[in-house]
């Protein structure tokens, strides 16, 4: 079973705080991608890559920065958090080919105080 | 840019009764489209996927066709059961290094008679 491990699980912080969310796929997988969920909204896309140091801009990318270090490992930095990013957040990764599926993680939660 | 639009935010029915959740899509490529289902406090996971014109395809009960004629992919089921309360997305991606784009989800919600 294709394997994505969040963490943390829950955080809460503060506006003007600096929150890293940390995301590893065991799947051997080229593609890892970042989403937001929000009611009303769906799942949208703030940044994805195809390769360690590569880096996509996705849909709804300001006040986010990403990294992906190595094929495994893909990090969201948010360096002065708002609470309009108050959201559930998901990191998924997935083969490189057009019909290749999503493999999820369980989300991190995370509340801007 | 691609979109997805479901236009149903809740849909609640009888167990037992067909359900249909629309989904249609807006695209200048060639599509491929998917259908994820989310249970409460789980991840999203692939329901069915499909890039072919005017096929059915099915998994879990549950069906779904493509028709490019139309840009859509409804996802249907014939008789709803109550572990199929849950948020479906309906998904669409394009080219080769094309992260997915999702709508904004139906929540289904079965009830007995």
């Known amino acids: 079973e294709a394997a994505v491990t969040q963490s943390p699980r829950n955080k809460v912080t503060v506006t003007g705080g600096n929150v890293t969310l940390s995301c590893r796929q065991t799947?051997?997988?080229?593609?890892m991608y970042w989403y937001r969920q929000d009611t009303g909204h769906g799942l949208r896309l703030i940044h994805y890559?195809?390769?360690?140091?590569?880096?996509q801009i996705g849909d709804v990318p300001d006040g986010y920065k990403a990294t992906r270090t190595t094929q495994e490992d893909f990090f969201l930095l948010l360096e002065l958090a708002s609470p309009s990013q108050t959201s559930l957040y998901f990191c998924?990764?997935?083969?490189?080919?057009?019909?290749?599926?999503?493999?999820f993680g369980e989300g991190s939660k995370l509340t801007v105080l | 840019g691609d979109s997805v639009t479901q236009t149903e935010g809740l849909v609640t029915l009888t167990k037992g009764l067909p359900v249909m959740l629309n989904c249609t899509y807006q695209?200048?490529?060639?599509?491929?489209l998917f259908w994820y289902v989310q249970h409460l406090n789980e991840a999203p996971k692939l329901l069915l996927k499909?890039?072919?014109?005017?096929k059915r395809t099915e998994h879990q009960g549950f069906y779904a066709t493509l028709h490019k004629s139309s840009s859509s992919f409804h996802l249907q089921k014939s008789s709803v059961q109550l572990s199929d309360s849950a948020l479906y997305f309906c998904?669409?991606?394009?080219?080769?290094?094309?992260?997915?784009?999702f709508g904004s989800g139906t929540k289904v919600i079965p009830c007995l008679p």
């Open positions: 998924a990764s997935s083969d490189a080919y057009r019909g290749g599926q999503l493999y």
């Open positions: 799947n051997s997988h080229n593609y």
């Open positions: 890559s195809y390769g360690a140091g590569n880096l």
């Open positions: 695209t200048t490529y060639s599509p491929f």
């Open positions: 998904a669409l991606k394009t080219g080769f290094a094309s992260a997915l784009t």
């Open positions: 499909s890039s072919t014109d005017n």
